[in-house]
Structure formats: structure tokens, C-alpha cells
């Protein structure tokens, strides 16, 4: 069986996989017209985000049965086709929840507290305290859109903060947590933390637009370590710029890497915080999402 991995996967978890009996495993970055070359021989096919697995990839994939996505979201792949030509997309929800709470965790205290402005001040010299006075995140209320897996580990934890939390998906109804269920509209109004922990979906994309963001608190904090264009990366620089949003902590971006004008104009405004979609990268995360694929893999193909 010809495996191909297109995104970089936890060694131990590659390993595992290769020494399965009967698996001709390669693993190596194409971009898109390499790996197309390749298509026609690969029986499964394991990715991250970076590789765009697209319906004329799909296409391609003659011998194509098995699609691994190590990680949650599965915007970066077309599961209507390969549903269409009855290839299995197989994901790891759940797995990295807790590297992505822990991010978001701390975006928010480096947005309420400076923290990579008064690097950068440090790094060139410069004493900026009195310009740097913060936020407690301490009775402060926080929204958290989207309570699955990781608005759920992101709320276990502010709770320790004694921040008031208010959440909001459309499929809960009541929680076992310290938190209100509310609607949107109690968020926007309400929250002087708002943070996006649902996926990339018709319904979500650019859901933080200049009309939610007129609804919602002067000096608020937005925090995106989710998908790209949930948030309208136009409208955030607006905000951000005019003061009505206090900070921003992103990890994802419509276009990454988010190299066009309206990016690095983003990017190089003080109020903002931000990470190369790393919210899944540590060595923990990674071995779990790895390992977890790799076995729900060899239950398929063993
Ligand atoms: C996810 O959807 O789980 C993350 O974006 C994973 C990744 O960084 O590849």
C-alpha cells in the first residue's frame, strides 16, 4: 500500500506507520504540481494544513482510498469529492484542543499586558513603561464562540482567572462549567475578551466583520487561533487602528503566510500579537494528533 505523507508528521508516529507490513511509505513536502504527479500511485494520503487538498487532486488520486488530516479542521480539504468518489477522510478532533486553549490563554494576557510590544521596545533599546499599562483578565468578562473541544479547554482554564465567561454555539444548549450559554448578540455586547473557536464554514467566514465589531464593547480583545477569514482581517485592522479594539492576538490569517499589503500593514500595528499558525505545535500536541491518526489508519488498511 502506498502511503504518502505531504506534511511534516511526529517521528514516532511515522515510524509506527512505516513498519506496517505491506506499507511503501514516503514522506516529503510537494507543492501542489509535484504532488499532482504523484496522485495517481497514492492509496493514502496523510496532510496537515499546509497542503490544500483540492478536488482536482482528488481527481488525480486513481488509487486514492484514504485521506489522514492530522489535526481538526478540515477546511484545507475537499471531503464533498472525496465523499463523491467514496475515498474516507480521516481526522484527530479533539487531539491538539489543548496546545490551541493553552495559545489563546496566552494571547490574552500578551494583549492585556504588552507583551510583545515591550519586547520589541526592550530589543531596540527603548524604555516604554509608562506607555505599557495593561489589563487584569481578573473579573473581566470574556466570550468564547464556539464551545466544542477547545472553547471548552479554554474556558476550564479562565475559570481560574475568575473571569466571567459567557459562551455560544448553536448545538449547546447548557454547560457543566462555569459559564452563561448566551446568544451572539450578548457576546458582542457583553465581552471585553471575544475569542473564535469554530471552524471555517460558510456560516463563520468573516463572522468578526466591522458590523459585529460595532456591536461589541470599546477596547475589546479579539483572539482568532483558529481559522483564517473567520475574522475579516480588513475590518480588525480598522478597529484596531481606531483604538475601538484594544489588541488582537492572531494565529491564523485568511492568506498564510500573510504576506500581501493588508497582512503586514496588520501586522505591523503595536496593538497585535501574532504566530505563524502554530496553535498545534508543540511536541505534545503533535505526538498525540500523530499517533491518533496513525492507529485509526492501521485500523483501515491492516
Ligand atoms: C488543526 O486544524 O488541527 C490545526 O490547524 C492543525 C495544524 O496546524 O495543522
Request: glycine residues 8%; proline residues 4%.
Amino acid at each position: 500500500m502506498r502511503v504518502h505523507i505531504n506534511d511534516p508528521l511526529d517521528k514516532q508516529a511515522t515510524e509506527k506507520l512505516a513498519s506496517v507490513r505491506g506499507v511503501e511509505l514516503t514522506s516529503q513536502h510537494y507543492e501542489k504540481d509535484e504532488l499532482m504527479k504523484l496522485m495517481p500511485e497514492i492509496e493514502v494520503l496523510v496532510v496537515r494544513s499546509a497542503t490544500k487538498v483540492t478536488a482536482d487532486l482528488i481527481e488525480a488520486g486513481k488509487k486514492l482510498k484514504i485521506i489522514g488530516r492530522a489535526g481538526t479542521g478540515l477546511d484545507n480539504i475537499d471531503v464533498e469529492a472525496a465523499k463523491a468518489k467514496g475515498i474516507k477522510v480521516i481526522n484527530t478532533p479533539g487531539a491538539n484542543s489543548i496546545s490551541v486553549a493553552e495559545l489563546t490563554i496566552g494571547f490574552m494576557i500578551a494583549c492585556s499586558r504588552h507583551i510583545a510590544r515591550g519586547t520589541s521596545d526592550l530589543k531596540n533599546g527603548k524604555w516604554t513603561k509608562k506607555e505599557l499599562e495593561g489589563h487584569e483578565l481578573f473579573g473581566r468578562t470574556v466570550g468564547i464562540i464556539g464551545f466544542g473541544n477547545i472553547g471548552r479547554e479554554v474556558a476550564k482554564r479562565l475559570a481560574a482567572f475568575s473571569m466571567r465567561i459567557l459562551a455560544y454555539d448553536p448545538f449547546v444548549k447548557e454547560s457543566d462549567l462555569p459559564v452563561e450559554i448566551v446568544d451572539l448578540e450578548t457576546i458582542y455586547k457583553e465581552s471585553d475578551y471575544i475569542t473564535v473557536h469554530v471552524p471555517l464554514t460558510p456560516e463563520t467566514k468573516k463572522l468578526i466583520n466591522k458590523e459585529t465589531i460595532d456591536k461589541m464593547k470599546d477596547g475589546v480583545i479579539i483572539i482568532n487561533a483558529a481559522r483564517g477569514g473567520i475574522v475579516d482581517e480588513e475590518a480588525l485592522y480598522e478597529g484596531l487602528k481606531s483604538g475601538k479594539i484594544y489588541a488582537a492576538g492572531l494565529d491564523t490569517f485568511e492568506l498564510e503566510p500573510p504576506t500581501d499589503e493588508l497582512r503586514q500593514k496588520l501586522l505591523a500595528l503595536p496593538n497585535i500579537v501574532a504566530t505563524p499558525h502554530i496553535g498545534a505545535s508543540t511536541f505534545e500536541a503533535q505526538e498525540r494528533v500523530g499517533m491518533i491518526l496513525v492507529e485509526r489508519l492501521i485500523k483501515e488498511i491492516a
